[in-house]
């Protein structure tokens, strides 16, 4: 087992994993320029190319008229 796991096994996962990181870094390449070209104009990229993240709850404490509102849940009617 121990010749089946050297001699077959690892270097089969080596070239698959190497084949898999090459194809990443030209992933990027190719498609980054096309995202930010298209993400940039909506607003949703930073001019350094960072994704622009959402809000924090603390963030967007947009109240009406300065009150925070309540809010109340009812409870069901008995069905008879």
């Known amino acids: ?19 898999v990181m ?3 870094g030209k992933t990027e390449e190719i498609f980054k320029p096309l ?14 190319g960072e994704p622009v993240s959402a809000p924090t709850p603390a963030q967007s404490t947009k ?5 925070n509102p309540e809010v109340t849940y009812a409870k069901a009617a008995a069905v008879s």
């Open 1 to 19: 087992m121990h010749g089946l796991d050297d001699n077959v096994l690892n270097p089969a996962i080596k070239a698959v994993v190497q084949t």
């Open 22 to 24: 090459g194809a990443v």
């Open 35 to 48: 995202f930010l070209t298209v993400l940039k104009p909506l607003g949703l990229v930073k001019e350094d």
């Open 63 to 67: 109240t009406i008229d300065g009150a």
